[in-house]
């Protein structure tokens, strides 16, 4: 079992930046991805960002405004969050991948107000 905690979200104004934050406890021996997602109301959850034994990969709208890191010592993986827009409110989610499951956090609220 792997447990995920995200932090770091809140109500910012267009242009401005949120850093997100997401630790992870328990069985991490062995996650093999972890990043994020985001679910705006009524639409469907879609990867913003994630670090994988490949390399990281972003979505198209995010990409030269977002950054996703890791921190091992921490457990922890981040994502930065510049030049935010109205468009990039949503819940954002943390992953981890281990072996076949993927686990979830509980979602933290990002609104960028215009």
């Known amino acids: 079992q792997v447990q995920l905690v995200e932090s770091g979200g809140g109500l910012v104004q267009a242009g401005g930046s949120l850093r997100l934050s997401c630790v992870a406890s328990?069985?991490?021996?062995?996650?093999?991805?972890i990043g994020w997602y985001r679910q705006a109301p009524g639409k469907q959850r879609d990867l913003v960002a994630e670090i994988t034994s490949g390399g990281t990969n972003y979505a198209d709208s995010v990409k030269g405004r977002f950054t996703v890191s890791r921190d091992n010592a921490y457990n922890a993986v981040y994502l930065q969050m510049n030049s935010l827009k109205p468009e990039d409110t949503a819940v954002y989610y943390c992953?981890?991948?281990?072996?076949?499951?993927?686990?979830w956090g509980q979602g933290t609220q990002v609104t960028v107000s215009s």
């Open positions: 328990g069985s991490i021996f062995s996650i093999n991805a």
């Open positions: 992953y981890a991948d281990k072996v076949r499951r993927r686990y």
